[in-house]
């Protein structure tokens, strides 16, 4: 695709050049693309424009309150469409897919940015999406207030694990601190983003942690979230956030899988440790991923009690077949 490149320097000019902005965010959406939405429908609002952000269907309480107060009316027409923070036309939501042809802007740091809009912003080396936009609505010159740095901050924060990632760095910081300067609420959003676990999600974590069984001395850890234990729990989608990264916290654990029932198979989740690439185990039973978190989706059509337990077998075989230096036992 053949979209026009521009710095974000050219990105504030055409910014306040252009009205009636509608801003898109991505599919599953996270505190990046939804901080990223809600900081520049913000400050464009300040610049005098009249700017809604896009209805998410995958809303999730946690960022409600970031993205809905500024859903547009009933009937509104765009005149300008921005996405942020979403890689590819795929990672739209089916309601934004009408608007698909018709982005004028993209603001993104994924580098695989397929460039489907007719300008895209795009800077590989920010930890989130926020960082990038909180270098655009510096240029557009509007002060930053407390609302906008809660927006990035959300951003930035949880693109980077909390400032944990290796993504994270002097500037990120940097930045941070100047959204603390705008009076930002660090220490509150820590809590709701970081800390705050419904009742259900604890439920459903310590069950899959107490569930957890070793192989290979305890280099590979398998945990199972079944529908049972679904049901039992009332775990909604946002309480199943990021299971799939208890296994691999457990000292000792190179391989941490994490299989989920779902209604269409088995779907697994494996994490990895520096040793080991996550996507080629994946990639043996039809996958894919990133080196060190990848997944795949295991059908099965027999007895679904059996299910799992056959999924688990292959998933385990993937894993005996891409890792050479393990200690089977068994
Ligand atoms: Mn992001």
Sequence with gaps: MSGKRITPEETARVLMECDRFLILTH???????????????????????????????????????????????????????????????????????????????????????????????????????????????????????SAMADALYAAISTDTGCFRYSNTTARTHRIVADLMDAGCDAAGLNFTLFEMRTPARVAIESAVMRGIVYYAGGAVAVARVTRALI????????????????????????????????????????????TVDASRICALVGGGGHPRAAGCTLYNTSERDAMIEDAETVILDAVRRTVEDLPWTT
């Design 27 to 145: 599919r599953r959406p996270d505190g990046d693309t939804i901080g990223c939405a809600s900081a520049l429908t913000l400050a464009l609002r300040a610049c005098g424009k009249t700017a809604y952000a896009h209805v998410n269907p995958e809303l999730t309480p946690r960022y409600a309150r970031f993205l809905q107060p500024l859903y547009p009316p009933e009937g509104y027409v765009p005149d300008t469409v921005v996405s942020t923070d979403v890689p590819s036309l795929s990672q739209l939501p089916d309601n934004a897919m009408s608007y698909a042809d018709a982005i004028d802007l993209a603001i993104d740091h994924h580098g695989t940015n397929a460039g489907f809009a007719r300008l895209y912003c795009v800077d590989a080396d920010a930890a989130a999406c926020g960082e990038l936009v909180y270098a655009i609505i510096r240029l557009l010159g509007v002060p930053l207030t």
């Design 231 to 274: 049901d039992a729990t009332g775990a909604t989608e946002d309480d199943m956030e990021s299971l799939s990264s208890l296994p691999k916290r457990i000292e000792g654990v190179r391989i941490g899988v994490t299989l989920y029932e779902r209604h269409e198979g088995i779907k697994a989740s494996v994490r990895t440790d520096k």
